[in-house]
């Protein structure tokens, strides 16, 4: 069986040439993405991972999600302190109007 990595199953499932990706197909794809470039010189994660084959791909995919998780968590966190920071300086604000 043939090890099948990150890189032959982008070109085969969508078409990689010369470094780019057509996402024409896709239905609702914003016109931004209607081609990207995918070459492991700008991104990143496809120049750690464009050998990688399915399983450690999938590990890799799942470790990116947590952190982005993670980052957002702590974004909502910081959004909700500073809201509860400004209703207190309101607060505190009102009190002396009063």
Known sequence: ???????????????????RVSLEHVPNVIPELREVVLSPETVEFYANNMYNNFGDL?????????????????????????TRSS?????LSLSFVY
């Not at 990595?5 to 982008?10: H, I, S």
């Not at 499932?13 to 010369?18: A, E």
Request: some cysteine.
């Open 1 to 19: 069986m043939a090890r099948t990595v990150m890189q032959a199953m982008v070109h085969e499932l969508l078409t990689l040439f010369n470094n």
């Open 58 to 82: 999938a590990i890799n995919i799942k470790a990116e999600v947590d952190e982005l998780q993670k980052f957002e968590k702590t974004r909502k966190d910081l959004k909700t302190l500073s």
């Open 87 to 91: 209703q207190c300086s309101l607060s």
